[in-house]
């Protein structure tokens, strides 16, 4: 298992080390709930200076809080609000350095400073959001967007 804050120095390969482990704590499990939860502990226990990683999962175009890892959020938001509503809407990631900065920011933790956000697909079709902030700015690099979104394609393979 991973501890917060040591890595190897190659963030990208330790990435992948995490997708590794994804694959293997969820293969042949077919329950969502089991899967987001695990990769939520997962990120929590790998990324270091963040203070909330989870899921926000689409119904009916609105985001639904789903398993998570830090203090209470947001339960519902729409479509085209706030930094997870925006990837939503656009499916695109958003990576923001300072969420104060980012019109119509959501403050579910005033202590958030900066925030990456993933859209997740599932056949062609926008299942949620992988959320993550942190309490500093721009603590999410191009190299966390990478391997986040490497992270996110392996956790797609299981909730296909």
Not at 8 to 20: A, E, P, R, T, V
Not at 52 to 60: A, D, L, M, P, R
Not at 64 to 69: A, E, I, T, Y
Not at 97 to 117: L, M
Request: net charge negative.
């Amino acid at each position: 298992m991973f501890e917060k804050s040591a890595y190897s120095g190659n963030l990208l390969k330790d990435y992948d080390l995490l997708s590794k482990q994804l694959d293997a704590l969820s293969t042949g499990e077919k329950d969502t709930v089991a899967l987001l939860s695990n990769a939520s502990a997962l990120l929590n226990q790998f990324l270091d200076r963040v203070n909330w990683t989870g899921f926000y999962i689409n119904q009916e175009d609105e985001l639904v809080l789903g398993p998570f890892q830090g203090l209470p959020a947001c339960i519902r938001i729409p479509f085209g609000k706030g930094v997870c509503g925006t990837a939503a809407a656009t499916e695109k990631t958003q990576r923001i350095a300072d969420v104060h900065s980012f019109p119509g920011h959501i403050a579910c933790d005033a202590a958030s400073r900066s925030e990456i956000v993933i859209p997740i697909n599932i056949n062609g079709k926008l299942f949620g959001v992988l959320d993550i902030d942190s309490p500093e700015t721009d603590r999410f690099t191009e190299e966390d967007e990478r391997g986040l979104s490497q992270f996110v394609k392996t956790l797609e393979k299981h909730l296909s």
